[in-house]
């Protein structure tokens, strides 16, 4: 059997596991498990010692440690107010706009987004937030909950963002170009999902009617309670970028920075404390879980040779690059259907990484295209939280609007939908979106 062969076999059975509503992560580690053991002859021994190393090899690796430092600062922005003060903030210069809220909401996922690096808590922490208000404002329930379901995916958009680690984790690139270049992408995003919500109320002005005008001394004071976590953003991403720290002393900076301003800001005491760090335990013990399902697995595939033998018959093929590219990407939002975009991250890039690399892509040097492939996969990757049938964002963000049917919340993402792929075309086509900032500032 072929190495093509035998890894489609072992995709084919890890998707009837999931299937069968497997936890991801025990699915991948019982598919990796099985399938070493049966391309090393059915021998133990050989299956052991993979076991051994494959779990030390993962676990001993120092990088790691900025996953749950990162999952801690948002715990601390979720438990301790910070993303009230985001809302206020952004609605108080936008809120008096048509459709204003809304946007509010957006750009206030953004900001939250850059202290907590989850999509799903993005969008919980805003959703609670955000949906009361505009709801008193008379918005229709399908802006809400498509909104603030598709702002929830900033935050893994805007760095800091978990994927993004795993992905430099996996193909040893840095973390801090990676967020560097994430910054420009996750703008643009905010950006596009405030035109889109400006197009709405243009063609049905009653679905985001405007707020009252907030004056000025109100803004000012609003700004004041929201620049202590830009400054914590700054320091996080300038300081990992500008070498004055590694990531993860800039994560335990980050996280130190949030507590005590949850704590500062009166929103958190020792029961949000205690919460936070459960939350924080059991958030990253999920994601180790899955990453030694996924290194399991991949310890399967690369006996098999599958990565190797696809790489080298997509370079043989004659297929254009970008031809390959969009195949990729089509894999991804398909997947998306099935699993979550940590799961997809661990499970897919190191069989499409050695492809993508092996490929041209606008002349890029192979640095660039890998972080410009990261980026590319990341925004793929969040489209799968808010498109059917999975879309967890958009389950999160109908469970708390409890008046507003599943399906209008489905369909109030879909103009969102449209934004993400005119994003995605344009990185397609324009990797210096990516890239700029990187090569400026390193310079």
Not at 348 to 367: C, E, K, R, S
Request: net charge neutral; proline share 5%.
């Amino acid at each position: 059997m072929s190495g093509i062969a035998a890894g489609g076999l072992i995709f084919a059975l890890l998707m009837t596991l999931l299937a069968l509503r497997v936890p991801i992560g025990i699915a991948m580690f019982v598919m990796g498990s099985g399938g070493y053991l049966a391309l090393s002859g059915f021998e133990a021994a050989p299956l052991m010692s993979a076991l051994k190393n494959v779990a030390y090899a993962r676990l001993s690796n120092y990088d790691l440690i900025v996953i749950p430092m990162f999952l801690l600062m948002g715990q601390f922005a979720t438990h301790g107010g910070l993303s009230a003060a985001l809302f206020r903030f952004v609605a108080a210069f936008m809120g008096h706009w048509r459709g204003g809220m809304a946007m509010a909401s957006i750009g206030a996922c953004a900001g939250f987004g850059a202290i907590c690096g989850s999509s799903l808590a993005t969008a919980a922490t805003m959703g609670q937030v955000a949906l009361p208000e505009l709801r008193r404002f008379g918005y229709a329930g399908s802006l809400a909950t498509g909104a603030l379901a598709a702002g929830g995916t900033l935050g893994i958009m805007i760095p800091p963002s978990v994927p993004l680690v795993i992905y430099a984790i996996l193909t040893q690139e840095s973390i801090g170009k990676l967020f560097m270049a994430a910054v420009l992408p996750g703008v643009i995003a905010m950006v596009g999902y405030m035109i889109v919500v400006r197009i709405i109320v243009s063609l049905n002005p009653a679905a985001g009617p405007a707020g009252p005008r907030v004056p000025w001394n109100e803004r000012l004071k609003a700004l004041a309670q929201v620049l202590p976590v830009l400054a914590v953003f700054v320091v996080v991403i300038v300081g990992i970028y500008g070498g004055w720290a590694n990531p993860t002393e800039a994560a335990a900076i980050g996280a130190a920075a949030c507590g005590v301003l949850a704590v500062a800001t009166g929103g958190m005491r020792l029961k949000g404390l205690l919460t936070s760090a459960l939350g924080t335990a059991q958030a990253t013990a999920m994601i180790f879980l899955v990453l030694l399902g996924a290194d399991m697995l991949n310890t399967a595939l690369a006996l098999s040779q599958m990565p190797v033998e696809l790489a080298a018959w997509v370079q043989g093929s004659g297929l254009p690059p970008m031809l390959v590219m969009v195949a990729i990407l089509v894999i991804y939002i398909l997947l998306g259907c099935v699993m979550d975009s940590l799961a997809m991250i661990l499970l897919t890039i190191p069989i499409f990484y050695p492809v993508v690399m092996g490929l041209d892509f606008h002349g890029l040097a192979q640095g660039d295209k890998s972080i410009w492939f990261g980026i590319l996969a990341l925004m793929v990757v969040e489209i799968g939280l808010v498109h059917p049938p999975v879309g967890m964002n958009v389950f999160i963000i109908n469970r708390l609007a409890k008046d507003v049917p599943l399906v209008d919340t489905f369909k109030g993402v879909m103009p969102f939908l449209a934004s993400d792929l005119v994003r995605i075309v344009a990185l397609l086509l324009f990797p210096a979106i990516s890239l700029v900032l990187i090569h400026h500032f390193g310079a």
